[in-house]
């Protein structure tokens, strides 16, 4: 029984060992990508690649123009995305829910208002590519 219990242990701290160093060797994420713990659980950033002087742009357009509450932070949260969904579902043929998931349904609805307002050329295809992040970002400077 002792050897059962040995090679057991031995074999629970050779893979904890290959996990922390699985993840020790991950790089950090930036700043946009980390999530943060808010009082109503873990809120999820999704910056698209938007630096946080642009991000807090678009939360300010959005707090202009589409019932954004939350804080001007520079941090595109689910609170962001939400009032952004609503935008996209008025204007630019969002049919998902309101939920501040970046899905792939939010994307393209994104391509759309950006590709209206001649700030992208790539296909509408849901996928924020290097493409779309930088139709948004020179779209989140002009705004």
């Known amino acids: 029984m002792k ?14 060992g290959l ?3 699985g993840t020790a060797m991950a790089a ?5 990508e980390r999530v943060v713990t808010a009082d109503a659980g873990t809120l999820a950033v999704v910056n698209l690649g ?9 939360q300010r357009w959005l707090k202009t123009y589409h019932g954004y509450t939350g804080a001007i ?4 949260g689910t609170n962001s995305w939400k ?14 829910a309101i939920d501040g998931i970046v899905g792939g349904g939010t994307v393209s609805a994104l391509q759309r208002l950006l590709k ?8 509408i295809d849901g996928i924020a590519g290097d493409g779309t992040k930088a139709a948004f970002k020179t779209w989140a400077n002009a705004i």
């Open 3 to 16: 050897s059962l219990v040995s090679v057991t242990t031995a074999i629970g701290i050779a893979a904890g």
């Open 19 to 21: 996990a922390t160093a």
């Open 28 to 32: 950090p994420a930036t700043a946009q």
């Open 50 to 58: 938007l630096s946080s002087a642009q991000a807090k742009n678009v």
């Open 73 to 76: 932070d520079g941090q595109l």
């Open 83 to 96: 009032a952004f969904q609503r935008c996209l579902k008025k204007y630019w043929g969002y049919t998902g």
């Open 116 to 123: 209206a307002n001649g700030y992208y050329n790539g296909p």
